[in-house]
């Protein structure tokens, strides 16, 4: 049973436009998300994270939203650049323990020029 | 320095063979992890070890057996694996056990034939 979903396997995004992940969580016990990018025969990389007690996080081109009510959270990438296209891993942990990361299973993103 | 090595790259081994990954990384990390990916899967936990010690083991196979040599180092040694052993080994680490920042190795690649 997966706990953490990412239901679109790709999405693909005119650069300069807005780029959408979405992520959906069924544990409750959550408390920490995090997002990765993958380039192909590259180890993933953080990108950003957010805590429940927050609903937003913003860090340069990137904004994460959480919706503690729908279990929900998505990664906007505003504007979207070419360099940006990799397979993004939305992961989530609970009770401190931010090693024990479940992942889902990933949604590549390719930003067209 | 910021990159956790990972050796090899690339791997091909028969069920009958004893092999080794290794990891290292020169950040100062005390927390070290390996992580199994099969294709179009997320990362999975296989072990964590916090200040050199195992912490967890995520009821991985006896035929995958790591090693923490010292804080730099960690190795996953592999005996007798079957085919469906055949996957991405991801090494991370992190400051801590308890810190949100996993930086990745680029992975091994093996296929067990």
């Known amino acids: 049973d997966q706990q953490v979903k990412q239901n679109s396997p790709s999405l693909s995004v005119q650069e300069g436009r807005i780029s959408i992940l979405n992520c959906d969580y069924t544990n409750s016990m959550f408390d920490y998300f995090l997002w990765y990018k993958k380039y192909p025969a590259e180890g993933p990389t953080f990108l950003i994270s957010?805590?429940?007690?927050?609903d937003k996080n913003e860090d340069g081109r990137f904004t994460v939203f959480l919706n503690k009510s729908a279990k929900h959270l998505s990664l906007h990438i505003v504007p979207s650049q070419p360099g940006d296209s990799a397979v993004y891993f939305c992961a989530a942990t609970y009770g401190g323990s931010q090693g024990n990361l479940i992942f889902g299973k990933g949604t590549k993103l390719s930003v067209k020029p | 320095d910021t990159e956790v090595t990972q050796t090899p790259k690339h791997l091909v081994m028969g069920m009958t063979n004893k092999k080794s990954l290794k990891c290292e990384q020169h950040?100062?990390?005390?927390?070290m992890y390996w992580y199994k990916q099969k294709a179009k899967k997320p990362p999975e936990l296989m072990f964590v070890y916090s200040y050199e010690k195992l912490s967890i083991n995520e009821s991985v196979p006896s035929r995958f057996s790591p090693e923490c040599p010292n804080s730099s180092l960690l190795n996953l040694h592999l005996h007798a694996l079957q085919p469906e052993d055949s996957a991405l080994y991801l090494c991370?680490?992190?400051?801590?056990?308890?810190?949100?920042?996993?930086?990745f190795g680029s992975g091994t690649q093996l296929s067990v034939l």
């Open positions: 991370a680490s992190s400051r801590e056990y308890q810190n949100e920042k996993l930086f």
């Open positions: 957010i805590s429940s007690i927050k």
């Open positions: 950040m100062g990390h005390r927390a």
